[in-house]
């Protein structure tokens, strides 16, 4: 689940898509349209966000974890001619930092969620961690768990 620093949550762990912006149309056409390609880098966001969440304070860069997600799939993959060809107008990495967020929100674990200056797609440029020694998110996450 993502909040953000005050622990409040105003899209949820599903995603209301009445309440996100319409560039998101872009990662749902992504999702809908090339499963396959989906299906891959879910699997490379996933080995990033359980990494992150392991580490004594838990923090997830979101621009240098689609980085190596993309990385990766240029010495191993022919991810990013298949993306492009599908999706010329769209960038991979805008793309990938919506499905991470859809990936964190979907999380058990409690992330917050910061995002950056960045007007329009800052989902690629945001920061989630999970503030385990805050006195304030371990109320806040045994609130959440009477």
Request: no cysteine; net charge neutral.
């Amino acid at each position: 689940m993502i909040t953000n620093d005050q622990f409040r949550s105003a899209i949820g762990p599903d995603l209301n898509r009445a309440k996100l912006p319409r560039y998101w149309d872009e990662y749902f056409t992504f999702q809908d349209t090339a499963p396959q390609l989906h299906r891959l880098t879910t699997q490379a966001l996933q080995v990033e966000i359980d990494q992150a969440a392991v580490k004594p304070g838990a923090f997830l860069d979101a621009q240098q974890a689609i980085a190596r997600v993309l990385t990766n799939f240029g010495g191993q993959h022919n991810f990013h001619r298949q993306f492009n060809e599908t999706f010329p107008t769209a960038k991979a990495a805008q793309t990938l930092g919506m499905q991470l967020y859809e990936m964190i929100a979907a999380d058990p674990r409690w992330w917050v969620y910061s995002p950056t200056q960045h007007v329009g797609h800052a989902f690629p440029h945001a920061t989630y961690f999970i503030p385990s020694g805050s006195p304030a998110y371990n109320r806040f996450v045994a609130s959440r768990s009477d």
